[in-house]
């Protein structure tokens, strides 16, 4: 079974604060994605990466950085945290084609 | 602007009942259609993917159809169960990209009362 794991699932920060939230997959797949998923929203992407070294920039970058260090790690950056950031983030990984995306549980993360 | 849109927003049913849950989107070129399940504060989980011109799914009780014509799907929920409270993610992939890209509806919140 396919398998996505988030850490940590729950964040809390204040403005300005520094976070990293990291996502492991063991479907030895290339592709792998960060969303952030808002009521009234679907899932936006916010970066994507195609392997190790590889960032490639989503739909809502701004405030975002990436990091993909392995094929199985890919981190999510926000250096400078801010209230519009509270949300619940998403990381998936799929195959090249983009078809079968597997979704890790989520991080609910706060920033007061 | 919005390229997966569902409707309703929200829906309460009495359990045992069935309902219908709609998705239109406006994805050029798509690919395959696929309906998500997701409870309150968790991940995504796949009920069924609609890959061709009228197809139709079936799994348990969860049931889709695709209209590529139309861009138009449907899930239905038969004999509804307390459980499937949640709420039912609509996604569209776009083939025309390298990366397939995943296009999001809002998502249906369903509420099953007894």
């Known amino acids: 079974e396919a398998a996505v794991t988030q850490s940590p699932r729950n964040k809390v920060t204040v403005t300005g604060g520094n976070v990293t939230l990291s996502c492991r997959q063991t479907?030895?797949?290339?592709?792998m994605y960060w969303y952030r998923q808002d009521t009234g929203h679907g899932l936006r992407l916010i970066h994507y990466?195609?392997?190790?070294?590889?960032?490639q920039i989503g739909d809502v970058p701004d405030g975002y950085k990436a990091t993909r260090t392995t094929q199985e790690d890919f981190f999510l950056l926000l250096e400078l945290a801010s209230p519009s950031q509270t949300s619940l983030y998403f990381c998936?990984?799929?195959?090249?084609?983009?078809?079968?995306?597997?979704f890790g549980p989520g991080t609910r993360l706060t920033v007061l | 602007k919005t390229q997966v849109e569902q409707s309703p927003q929200s829906l309460v049913v009495r359990q045992g009942e069935n309902c219908v849950l709609q998705?239109?989107?406006?994805?050029?070129?798509?690919?395959?259609l696929r309906w998500f399940k997701q409870d309150t504060g968790k991940g995504l989980v796949s009920l069924t993917v609609?890959?061709?011109?009228?197809d139709k799914t079936s799994n348990g009780r969860y049931s889709a159809t695709l209209d590529k014509d139309a861009k138009h799907s449907t899930l239905h929920i038969t004999a509804t169960l307390l459980d499937d409270t949640a709420t039912y993610i609509c996604?569209?992939?776009?083939?025309?990209?390298?990366?397939?890209?995943?296009?999001f509806g809002a998502g249906t919140q369903l509420i099953v009362i007894p």
């Open positions: 998936a990984s799929s195959d090249p084609g983009g078809v079968e995306q597997y």
């Open positions: 479907n030895s797949h290339n592709y």
């Open positions: 990466s195609y392997g190790a070294g590889n960032l």
């Open positions: 998705c239109n989107y406006s994805v050029t070129p798509d690919n395959h």
């Open positions: 609609l890959v061709h011109e009228n």
């Open positions: 996604v569209v992939v776009d083939r025309g990209s390298a990366l397939g890209r995943l296009h």
